[in-house]
């Protein structure tokens, strides 16, 4: 039984499954850990402790719940607590004890959800650990130092690319150059999860930081099914602007495909994907930018429909293969430097663009 199998075993049968990331951990570690509990969360009791996880998995997890309550706190003792109904709302009163106590550090007041809060915290019991970038057992055991007779009991799957990890766990996936959240997508894959919205979305948040370092050859086919499983490159927090150029890059990963011989990857972009991102042909160096410097990509070509009447399709393109450039260049009127340029085609239809020029470069 290989190791995916194994994994999936252990959280078929686990009651109460406990995800924790070391606290000094990357957005990769803190990416893959929420995928996780997302993925989870609907079949199984699944928590990932404020104290044993980085901060911004908290503060991550809060924006990611959409039924909302509000907590007052009071530091110290009340004597009487009763609410007032009003058309417009309600009051809440609290008196204190000692009137001393009244005073405004006493109190504060913060936006939660139910099902949140039990999940940031720690379970009494549990059965199953699954652990990112922890690199001992000591480490977990000082982690769980609260509840030290559980973790001596219960499952451990270890997940780590670090090169230190001592494999303590009943499963151990651990592979140094691969990032923790492609790790955690191949997983999911491998054990047939739902991987929705969220899982994918957080899963490319967590990659996506890391692959200046870590890339493998599977990294972009799995960027890819990612956003064809309705992940995100960003989150509420960007700006309008980068939000509509990275909803374009979403486009564009999505339509891409390799041409091996040649070792590049073409994408297209219709009139209509343009149109209703609100995007134009300025956008398209953004994206460019992107495939090359994020993706780091050898060779890449971009079609797109341009808003001429009749349709015409344009292209812009980049490689490092001198006979690539060569024959863009000698096929079709354009702006060209060295490694690449912008060109004209006499298609009207992506489709036949895009085998013209399949055909052109095979």
């Known amino acids: 039984m290989d190791d995916f199998s194994k994994t999936r075993n252990i959280i078929d049968n686990a009651k109460n499954i406990v995800i924790v990331a070391d606290k000094n951990s990357d957005q990769d570690a803190a990416g893959a850990a929420l995928a996780l509990f997302f993925a989870l969360k609907d079949k199984k009791n699944v928590f990932v402790p404020r ?4 901060k911004e998995v908290a503060g991550l997890l809060t924006e990611s719940f959409e039924r909302k309550k509000f907590v007052i706190s009071f530091k110290n003792d009340v004597s009487e607590i009763f609410y007032e109904k009003k058309n417009d709302g309600v009051d809440l009163y609290l008196t204190p004890k000692n009137i001393e106590d009244a005073t405004p550090e006493s109190f504060s007041c913060k936006i939660v959800s139910e099902e949140e809060e039990n999940s940031l915290s720690s379970p009494s019991f549990f059965d199953l650990v699954i652990s990112f970038n922890t690199a001992s057992f000591k480490e977990l055991e000082e982690s769980f130092s609260e509840n030290i007779d559980s973790i001596y009991r219960c499952a451990v799957i270890n997940i780590s690319n670090d090169p230190k990890n001592e494999n303590y766990g009943e499963v151990n996936l651990t592979e140094e150059g691969v990032s923790l959240s492609e790790k955690t997508a191949l997983l999911l894959e491998a054990m047939q999860e739902n991987i929705n919205e969220k899982t994918a979305g ?5 990659l996506t930081s890391s692959l200046d370092k870590l890339k493998t050859s599977q990294t972009l086919p799995v960027v890819k099914r990612l956003v064809q ?3 995100e490159f960003y989150f509420s927090r960007t700006g309008p602007d980068t939000k509509r150029k990275l909803i374009l890059l979403e486009k564009t990963v999505k339509n891409l495909n390799f041409l091996e011989k040649e070792n590049l990857y073409i994408s ?10 609100d995007s134009t042909s300025s956008d398209l160096g953004f994206v ?4 090359k410097n994020l993706f780091f990509l050898p060779s890449f070509m971009l079609l797109w429909e341009g808003k001429s009447s009749p349709l015409t399709v344009k292209g812009v393109f980049y490689s490092d293969k001198e006979e690539v450039v060569a024959k863009i260049k000698n096929t079709y009127r354009g702006s060209y430097k060295s490694q690449g340029g912008i060109f004209l085609t006499q298609k009207e239809d992506l489709t036949a663009a895009k085998k013209e020029i399949i055909t052109l470069l095979i």
Do not use: I
């Open 51 to 54: 104290d044993k996880n980085p």
């Open 202 to 206: 957080f899963l490319l948040w967590g």
């Open 229 to 231: 499983r309705g992940g």
């Open 268 to 277: 297209s972009l219709s009139e209509e994907d343009l149109k209703s991102n």
């Open 288 to 291: 460019v930018e992107k495939m």
